[in-house]
């Protein structure tokens, strides 16, 4: 059989084997088959070398012609095959736009981010900004730069996680007042800020203590800042959060980095004042600390305490989050029962 028969034979088998295959797999198959390195049509082409100067030129033509027909033949089969695939998979899959919904069940926030977004709510409304921290921290900001050096008692109370010997889990919210001292400019106005976010220590877990909880940190700096704004301030988050019929009480305390210092309690939601095991018989319960900012934290993060000076506190909205909804056992916020979680609806 002459070359040029070779080529004719060749097409007609191929055309036939293209317009037989089922999908687009034994098409790629054929492809490979007949033109690819091993097929006969690359075989032929090889054998011209043999052929005479005459005979060439128009088998060399005559094998391009074919493989141009094979590969047009390829490309309208695959196409055509996966146009009929899509035909077929888009039939099957017809909705049914008559059939009844499925419900979807609305989530919410966590009872304590409800908490923390009213606290939020109600501060930028006065003109706080809101600035979040990073919960792994430098020991230089959560304790050295509050008034806190090495080896200075009151980091027992707050002792907590280490990283590293100098980054540790933060204990308080209260990094974020060097941190916001820093850098903001005190010509422009004061410094009104809050931080909201989760803090870790070492506490036993009990009704009233959880070794990872929230703080939101306030903090005023500007000229004539007094105690009386803290208490107004602390006074109006009360009021907002719990109304008018729980009582506020300040107490004499201690931070180092406040000076003086108060604790504010607000009356037991279970016993209304009279005593009980969850105000531990006192009748009150603490819920921040707070205090004017003491004159060396204000040096410390390079503001002029001659000049400047102000108020900060640290609520804890764990424990609004109790007593606003009378939760006995603090750790129930963080056992992640639906059922338990899903009673404090917001919209509710
Ligand atoms: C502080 O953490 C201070 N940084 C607060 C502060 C800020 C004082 C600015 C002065 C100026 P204290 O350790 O008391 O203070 O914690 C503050 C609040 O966090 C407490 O009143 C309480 O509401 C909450 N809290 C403390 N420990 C726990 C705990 N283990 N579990 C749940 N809430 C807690």
Not at 10 to 33: C, F, M, P, Y
Not at 116 to 126: E, K, N, R
């Amino acid at each position: 059989m002459g070359v040029k028969e070779k080529l004719e034979d060749l097409l007609k088998q191929g055309i036939e084997e293209i317009n037989t295959s089922q999908d687009v797999k034994a098409v790629e198959e054929i492809r490979v088959k007949m033109l690819g390195k091993k097929g006969p049509l690359t075989a032929v082409l090889r054998g011209m070398k043999d052929l005479s100067k005459e005979e060439r030129p128009l088998v060399g033509k005559f094998a391009n012609q074919v493989r141009d027909e094979l590969t047009t033949a390829i490309d309208e089969k695959r196409a055509s095959l996966a146009s009929a695939m899509l035909n077929a998979k888009l039939a099957a899959e017809t909705v049914d736009v008559t059939l009844p919904g499925r419900p979807v069940v609305q989530g919410q926030p966590h009872v304590i981010q409800q908490i923390i977004d009213q606290l939020v709510d109600l501060f930028s409304a006065m003109g706080y900004q809101v600035a979040v921290g990073d919960e792994v921290e430098q020991d230089e900001y959560n304790f050295e730069r509050l008034n806190l050096p090495k080896d200075h008692p009151a980091r027992d109370m707050q002792d907590t996680f280490y990283v590293t010997p100098q980054v540790l889990m933060r204990t308080q919210t209260s990094p974020m007042q060097a941190r916001m001292m820093e850098t903001h400019d005190f010509s422009k106005g004061p410094l009104k800020m809050i931080s909201p976010g989760k803090v870790y220590r070492r506490d036993t877990d009990d009704a009233t203590h959880s070794h990872q909880f929230h703080q939101v940190e306030g903090l005023v700096v500007g000229e004539h800042v007094t105690m009386a704004d803290l208490k107004g301030t602390l006074e109006v988050v009360a009021k907002t959060l719990f109304g008018d019929q729980l009582e506020v009480r300040l107490r004499p305390s201690y931070f180092p980095f406040t000076e003086p210092s108060v604790e504010a309690d607000i009356t037991c939601f279970n016993c209304l004042g009279k005593g009980c095991a969850i105000c531990k018989q006192t009748g009150w319960i603490e819920v921040l600390g707070a205090g004017m900012v003491h004159p060396n934290v204000l040096k410390m993060s390079g503001v002029d305490p001659d000049r400047y000076g102000g108020f900060a506190f640290g609520l804890g909205p764990d424990r609004f989050a109790m007593i606003k909804y009378g939760v006995e056992d603090i750790r129930d916020f963080y056992q992640n029962d639906v059922r338990f979680l899903s009673q404090f609806n917001q919209k509710g």
